[in-house]
Structure formats: structure tokens, C-alpha cells
């Protein structure tokens, strides 16, 4: 399970970053695609934290 959700959340974190580059490509849509790619990030680190749970566990 724990690979399974490092490559999901790997994989919309990339594609956040890339909405966030390509974001002044969009003609009047600038604001809502860079925002949907900050979203995205934050669901990426929001997956390893709630899913995967702490590293330290005994």
C-alpha cells in the first residue's frame, strides 16, 4: 500500500507543478489553473501524511 500511495500522490504532485508552470499559457484561465495546481500539491502532501501515517511507529 505504501508504494501504491507514494506513486499516486508522486504523480499528482508533478502534475501540480506542471499546472502551475503552464498556467500563463491559458489564455484567461491563469488564476484558476494555478490554483488548481496549488491544490494539487496540497493533496499530494495531504496523501502521505493521512494514508502512510507516521514513520516512527514502534
Known sequence: M?????????AIFVFGMWLMGNATHIAGFE???FFAGILCVAIAVAIPMNVLGRSDKA
Open 31 to 33: 488564476a484558476i489553473v
Open 2 to 10: 505504501t508504494g501504491i500511495a507514494f506513486i499516486i500522490s508522486m
